[in-house]
């Protein structure tokens, strides 16, 4: 299982580093990211709930001179999950501990990060649902007692030195939380869900990002960037910069909505927020078959991509915005995706799904 699971999400995030519409982010995406950070909570746009909760977690801590409780952080990818552990570190006025789930391999890497630790200190573990498990155990153990035991000597001779830790707080952030064990999930004191983002709070973070690169951004411009962002702050940016390059490049200059609608046009991003691979499985399914129900690997193979691509890349999102449906027989087209395609759905008595379907 955890083999499958590894093999999704390195197909997830080789295939999104080419599509403009992607929530995954390599490390030059995560450079250009950097500089838009906000720094501080009341910075931070969106996620009322989250953010009004982790205030309150946080001043509490404070108030009494004490770390806060651990907090774990799930959600789709690009909602702000690595932002705002950077800003617990900040509130807090101490320093962040980065560390990731795939980089921890052995119960020895974590125990290495975990006896550098200092007091007070902030220790952000990104998917955290991929560590390994005696990576896990060694972590439960850390966060409840402050203490790590370290294992000397081989077979009948061996024997465990218990090492205190300083008290410190795990953040974890998860984009799939069914997967975490429950008894890591219970150590943490603080659960925040990450919701997507409506077209309001996008526009929002669009004029702060613009402000931030110098960029003369209309209203009007932002709120079309914003319907296209896949309700997702950092396809929101994303799309920005290349909305600039368009407009430095073949414009003005300035973005307004035009600007907006061509470079959007360029990069094949439609009204809905669907790309060049969105629409090819969407098409495929209706003018190929019927508007289904069919098999995923035979979608994916009229389109020629990966079933893992489709089933990972393309059908979540489809899914969510009510374009594409599952059924016990396969994937299936809604009433939503033949008028998005201006296609005219099959005559009475062919496989027509509303979204509830």
């Avoid at 972590?139 to 090492?163: H, N, Q, T």
Wanted: glycine letters at 10%; proline letters at 5%; one cysteine or more.
């Amino acid at each position: 299982m955890a083999d499958r699971e590894g093999e999704e999400q390195a197909a997830d995030d080789l295939v999104g580093f080419d599509r403009v519409v992607s929530s995954s982010a390599d490390e030059l995406e995560r450079a250009a990211e950097a500089a838009l950070r906000p720094r501080r909570l009341h910075e931070f746009v969106g996620q009322p709930v989250v953010r009004d909760q982790l205030s309150l977690v946080l001043r509490a801590a404070m108030s009494r001179g004490s770390a806060p409780d651990h907090v774990l952080l799930s959600g789709p990818p690009g909602l702000g999950k690595t932002t705002l552990a950077m800003i617990i570190a900040a509130e807090l006025g101490t320093s962040l501990r980065v560390t990731s789930g795939p980089a921890i391999q052995h119960a020895g890497d974590l125990a290495a990060v975990l006896s550098s630790l200092t007091e007070g200190e902030v220790l952000f573990i990104d998917e955290i649902h991929r560590l390994a498990r005696p990576a896990e155990e060694l972590l439960y153990v850390a966060m409840e007692d402050f203490r790590v035991d370290i294992i000397v000597g081989k077979g009948a001779g061996a024997s465990a030195i218990p090492l205190s830790l300083p008290r410190f707080t795990a953040v974890g952030a998860t984009t799939r939380a069914g997967l975490l064990p429950a008894p890591l999930r219970d150590r943490f004191g603080f659960t925040g869900h990450l919701e997507f983002y409506d077209d309001a709070d996008l526009e929002k973070v669009l004029v702060r990002s613009a402000k931030l690169l110098g960029i003369e951004l209309e209203g009007a411009a932002a709120g079309e960037i914003a319907s296209r962002s896949r309700g997702t702050p950092r396809i929101a940016n994303r799309l920005l910069r290349r909305v600039r390059d368009w407009a430095e490049v073949l414009g003005t200059g300035h973005l307004d909505l035009a600007a907006a609608r061509s470079a959007l046009g360029v990069y094949e991003v439609d009204e809905r927020g669907l790309d060049r691979l969105d629409r090819a499985v969407l098409t495929a399914l209706c003018t190929r078959f019927g508007g289904g129900p069919v098999g995923l690997s035979t979608l994916a193979v009229s389109v020629g991509e990966e079933p893992e691509t489709v089933e990972t890349v393309a059908e979540p999102f489809l899914v969510r915005e009510g374009l594409m449906a599952r059924s016990p027989r396969g994937r299936v087209a809604t009433s939503q995706t033949w008028a998005h395609l201006g296609l005219t759905p099959p005559a009475a008595g062919g496989t027509l799904f509303d979204v509830d379907s």
